[in-house]
T-cell receptor, first 111, second 115 residues
């Protein structure tokens, strides 16, 4: 069954304490992997798109990496303003041509 | 400067009523989507339109009917609202209809509460 699983469900960090969020997927024919940030009461905000294993992208304190089975979102020296829910979505091909979202990781960064 | 906008932001209504949610994008994108986010934050696609043509129609009750008057607008009409329809509904758009490859940009959401 096509599935996207994010872990952990929730993560609490101290300001400056680096960590990683995981997105593992089981789909046939990955076409793209997307990371979004969602703040309470707002829509998902696009962060990164990764298309092939080995690809990496960075933006400020965030770095996304992709392997054949999973993606990591590394957060280096996080600040309280990085607190949000981080969503991973996987696009895959075939007849369905769909995008499946994971249930997210709720990140809280304490000062 | 809003890229994808939705109205209303909040919608509270009684069971059995009919309501509509409107979405507009000024990104010049060809494809628009409706998603439903449940209480567990799970986002699931409902519909997608490419240049006013329906291209994705997930297993959604017939009470939900999308309408796209032009490629910049996608509305969602819901008939005979039920308690289980309570959720946050997001509109999104992408440059092309490559659902699995093209980045989708989301609106701010409409929180629907059915009493």
């Amino acid at each position: 069954e096509d599935q996207v699983t994010q872990s952990p469900e929730a993560l609490r960090l101290q300001e400056g304490e680096s960590s990683s969020l995981n997105c593992s997927y089981t789909v046939s024919g990955l076409r793209g992997l997307f990371w979004y940030r969602q703040d309470p009461g707002k829509g998902p905000e696009f962060l990164f798109t990764l298309y092939s294993a080995g690809e990496e992208k960075e933006k400020e304190r965030l770095k996304a990496t992709l392997t054949k089975k999973e993606s990591f979102l590394h957060i280096t020296a996080p600040k309280p303003e990085d607190s949000a829910t981080y969503l991973c979505a996987v696009g895959y091909g075939g007849a369905t041509n769909k995008l499946i979202f994971g249930t997210g990781t709720l990140l809280a960064v304490q000062p | 400067d809003t890229a994808v906008s939705q109205t209303p932001k909040y919608l509270v209504t009684q069971m059995g009523n009919d309501k509509s949610i409107k979405c507009e994008q000024n990104l010049g994108h060809d494809t628009m989507y409706w998603y439903k986010q449940d209480s567990k934050k799970f986002l699931k696609i409902m519909f997608s339109y490419n240049n006013k043509e329906l291209i994705i129609n997930e297993t959604v009750p017939n009470r939900f009917s999308p309408k796209s008057p032009d490629k910049a607008h996608l509305n969602l009409h819901i008939n005979s609202l039920e308690l289980g329809d309570s959720a946050v509904y997001f509109c999104a758009s992408s440059r092309t209809s490559g659902v699995s490859t093209d980045t989708q940009y989301f609106g701010p959401g409409t929180r629907l509460t059915v009493l």
